[in-house]
């Protein structure tokens, strides 16, 4: 059972390149989630899904989309890396909405430069 | 809007002597309240949960956690540091009108010999 899957575990981009982080479950999750961690800030969310078709946005969306066109997939894209996207992004998974907690990816670590 | 309120961004300690990190919560619903720990350079793991079950709640590692519904309040405590318990802590809620889990902006634990 491998859980929550992201890839790559590091990257570094040039600014105004783009770049897809990937994230898998197979866990039979609804719900999946991006946050992004910055230092002393915490974890933010910047896109969230419902089930497979649905997505919105979170609190910090902006240089950010995604999909979810199956229920193991939800792939955070960035179209033109700027250097205010230098964070450690995690993807996350539930059963339910929220109460019994996330289950979350290693990470990925993503510097522009 | 809701937030979570880590009150000290860095707790220092001896080995052998207790832990206190503490968390006020905003929600006025009843909330699903987390500790997660994250080791450096490592993903999120969950250290326990409270789900309106038992106000004291027993995590791993000889961490545990007491809800106040009377101080919003929800105190992440150890009896004793262990080395291996430094770490980042973040106290996390989810409730009924929220969408995903909120974030603290975490607590660093340090542990000295």
């Known amino acids: 059972n491998a859980g929550v899957t992201q890839t790559p575990k590091f990257r570094i981009l040039k600014i105004g390149q783009s770049m897809t982080l990937q994230c898998t479950q197979d866990?039979?999750?609804?719900?999946m989630y991006w946050y992004r961690q910055d230092p002393g800030m915490g974890l933010k969310l910047i896109y969230y899904?419902?089930?497979?078709?649905?997505?919105d946005k979170g609190e910090v969306p902006n240089g950010y989309n995604v999909s979810r066109s199956t229920t193991e997939d939800f792939p955070l894209r960035l179209e033109l890396a700027a250097p205010s996207q230098t964070s450690v992004y995690f993807c996350?998974?539930?059963?339910?909405?929220?109460?019994?907690?996330?289950?979350f990816g290693s990470g990925t670590r993503l510097t522009v430069v | 809007a809701q937030s979570v309120t880590q009150l000290d961004s860095h707790v220092s300690v001896s080995e052998g002597t207790p832990v206190l990190l503490r968390c006020n919560y905003s929600?006025?619903?009843?909330?699903?309240l987390f500790w997660y720990v994250q080791h450096p350079n490592k993903g999120l793991q969950l250290l326990l949960k409270?789900?309106?079950?038992?106000?004291l709640v027993k995590g791993i590692n000889g961490f545990e956690a007491e809800f106040k519904k009377s101080e919003t309040s929800f105190h992440l405590t150890k009896p004793s540091a262990h080395m291996s318990d430094a770490a980042e802590y973040f106290c996390?809620?989810?409730?009924?009108?929220?969408?995903?889990?909120?974030f603290g902006k975490g607590t660093t634990l340090s542990v000295s010999s």
């Open positions: 996350a998974s539930s059963y339910s909405q929220g109460v019994d907690g996330y289950t």
């Open positions: 866990m039979n999750h609804n719900y």
């Open positions: 899904s419902v089930g497979a078709g649905i997505t």
């Open positions: 929600s006025s619903y009843s909330p699903s």
């Open positions: 409270y789900t309106s079950a038992a106000t």
């Open positions: 996390v809620e989810w409730n009924q009108a929220g969408t995903a889990l909120i």
